[in-house]
């Protein structure tokens, strides 16, 4: 087999794999800066200043 | 939950269809009169001009539908989006692997040849309408001008897959031909090719919902920082 046709498998794996692996990096990224906003928040204690 | 199922399903048949896809291709599938083991191209080349195509026709009636008064919704709108963008990475190994092919074939990495020609401006159109959904302005507005550039970058879909049999062109006909429902190769290459087509059509449905799910979250993103400026603004006004 000539290299190029391993080239062109090659080009479509690393393209759609990486294109794949950014999508679901940013993803995890967009989650994790959602996370912290989305805890409860602590309860005030009585009396205490606003 | 079952959105979530029918998503890592959808993944990973289509991981598995084209690892198969790949070990037909290469390793299987006999080699070709004519173009000898260069004929392996052909089970990943055209699938991807397919996918590309099949991207940029959801774009386009996603776009529709969010024009559409009755019909209107942000999520057409991320639809079209994830839609287009997937849409030019696979117009981008089109480009690509058709450059590879017209190398060893050919003799050129590149020729201004109709269906090449129109297939880059293919791709610089969806880029231009990817940038203009980056251009800042109310969410209403963006979403619609960038429906109306899909609606109109979409003009140049049916001239890409027409373009070699309106003009004289050094690419061969489409392998499968629509029009005349005339299939040129047969047997396991035949196999080969449509589990290529199934396999990267999986691929890009997968990979649109991913893309989706990113736009939605930027949304919610936005959302809770409108909320969290506003709950700001509240506190300001309180006295201590």
Redesign the interface.
Known sequence: ??G??????L??VL??GG??VS??A??RS??G??EP?RTPPTPREPGA?? | MKSNRILRLTGALGLAGVVATFWLGLFVTPNAEFFGSLVRLLYVHPSMAWVAFLAYGMAFLSSLLYLWPRTRHPRFDHLAGASAEVGVVFTGLTLVTGSIWGRTTWGVWWTWDPLLTTTALLFVLYLGYLALRRVPGDPEVVARRSAIAALIAFIDVPIVYFSVTWWRSLHQPPTVNLASRHLYVHGIMAFTLFLSFASFTLVYAWLTAQRYRLYALAEKEADEGLDLALEERRAEGVPA
């Not at chain 1, 190029?4 to 498998?9: C, F, K, N, P, R």
């Open positions: 087999m000539s190029y046709v391993e080239a062109g498998y080009v479509v393209g759609l294109y794949a999508l679901v940013r993803q967009a989650r800066r959602l906003k200043k606003r």
